[in-house]
């Protein structure tokens, strides 16, 4: 036996570990315990803030960077603000294709044309609808949005808010932690008494309470963010990759993706709505057959505290709202049950008035029909369009929801007439 691997030796050697690692865990303790001050409740995000994201200088990053840059970016919040997922997405884009008569790109131009042409034609008066719609977005992430994104002193007047099934039970989901949004809103917002719908996995919880309360934890992603930015340091802001308008427009596969693809790397001029869109309906049952496999997931009441959080949220801050149950295929519908559509637009219903928001169950609406969508749930241009005369019908035929989606800066005697003339017509 060497004279280094007596035992006595080795019990020195275990000594000196386990004391090493008690004086490192107690430096470490004592690090936060004295840095515990500087910690500060998240208040929102701002444009100072997203100017300093590494994803400002290289002009790449995900659609929820996008969605914040766009609205940051206004001088003053916009009367009227639609959330969704790609169901808003592909109504708005591809009815808007047809109303400019030119092509849309998804990444700058969020004004809901469509919606605002057919608002004017029932207010009289013009409005703006700013499109914040989110590939893939949940219930919670609608949320998260607004919170990290509305100020007291610049917020909408009216909240449109298109929902689905899948917002709230999508089975390749497993927690509302796991979306790009709620990573990307999150880190601006307080979650309070949310923080444990958001995490179903306890160790993700775990971990994101020590980043929550423990200093060190949040300086390790300011240090990532900081070395993001210094990597970048140098590089030139580059326009869109080249690939000509024509090549990218006749790809069928690209088309579907500007709807619904995501990921961090999205660059304005790459993610396009062509006019006219040149491609007919396809069949995504299948991803859906895997999205709704059971209703009876950890996700639901998860997805409905978060829900139930927005609308209250909405009601304190008296943004009024329309929740949109959002039309669908008759065979998509079939994926769900008869109890659970029961149960869910029961829900929604019920919720809607316990916060004061009106409620349009468009789900099986009967004026919508086949030809109306590019696959089972998304509509094309002849859907969107239909979709925002319904939409602007039913806020027209409501003095709250009309008198809220004019501009604040109207002169009052004609806020005045445009409500008044919004609640005395009706239309077919």
């Known amino acids: 036996m060497k004279p280094d691997d007596s035992p006595i030796t080795s019990k020195s050697k275990t000594t000196a570990l386990a004391c090493g690692f008690i004086v490192a865990l107690a430096g470490f303790l004592l690090i936060n315990l004295f840095s515990i001050g500087t910690l500060k409740e998240p208040t929102g995000l701002t444009r100072d803030m997203l100017g300093k994201r590494s994803e400002e200088s290289s ?23 639609m959330f969704g997922s790609s169901l808003i997405g592909s109504a708005t884009f591809s009815a808007d294709s047809v109303t400019v008569k030119n092509y849309r790109d998804c990444v700058l131009d969020r004004r809901a044309a469509t919606l605002e042409k057919d608002l004017k034609m029932r207010l009289g008066q013009g409005t703006e609808v700013f499109n914040a719609s989110i590939p893939g977005s949940m219930a919670s992430d609608a949320y998260l949005i607004s919170r990290a994104l509305f100020k007291e002193d610049d917020k909408p007047q009216l ?10 039970i999508d089975n390749t989901v497993t927690a509302p932690a796991d979306t790009e949004p709620f990573q990307f809103f999150s880190r601006y917002v307080g979650l309070g008494s949310l923080s444990k719908a958001a995490f179903i996995d306890p160790f993700a919880y775990l971990d994101w309470t020590f980043h929550q309360y423990l200093p060190l934890k949040r300086m390790n992603s300011q240090l990532a963010e900081l070395g993001s930015q210094l990597a970048r340091i140098g590089q030139k802001e580059e326009g869109a990759h080249p690939r000509t308008l024509v090549s990218h427009l006749n ?22 709505i062509p006019y006219p869109m040149p491609y007919g309906f396809q069949d995504n049952m299948p991803e859906y057959m895997r999205r709704y496999k059971s209703t009876k997931t950890s996700l639901y009441p998860s997805e409905k505290k ?27 519908r079939s994926l769900l049950p008869d109890s659970f559509w029961h149960e869910f637009k029961t829900y929604l219903s019920s919720t809607s008035i316990k916060y004061g928001a009106e409620y349009l169950d468009l789900s099986d609406d009967f004026r919508f029909i086949s030809t109306d969508f590019l696959d089972t749930v998304h509509l094309n241009s002849m859907g969107g369009a239909r979709l925002f005369n319904i939409i602007a019908d039913t806020i027209g035929k409501s003095s709250t929801l009309s008198a809220a989606a004019i501009p604040q800066d109207l002169p009052t005697e004609l806020r005045t007439n445009v409500r008044t003339s919004a609640s005395e017509n009706t239309w077919k």
């Open 59 to 81: 002009q790449e990053g995900s659609w929820s960077f996008w969605i914040a840059r766009n609205y940051l970016q206004r001088e003053k919040a916009p009367p009227v603000v």
């Open 159 to 168: 909240v449109i808010i298109g929902v689905n099934p899948r917002d709230f």
């Open 251 to 272: 790809k069928k596969r690209d088309i579907m993706q500007v709807f619904m693809g995501g990921g961090l790397d999205i660059r304005k001029g790459e993610w396009l």
């Open 306 to 332: 978060f829900f139930n959080a927005f609308l209250a949220r909405l009601k304190d801050e008296n943004i009024k709202v329309l929740v949109v149950n959002m039309p669908a295929t008759l065979p998509n």
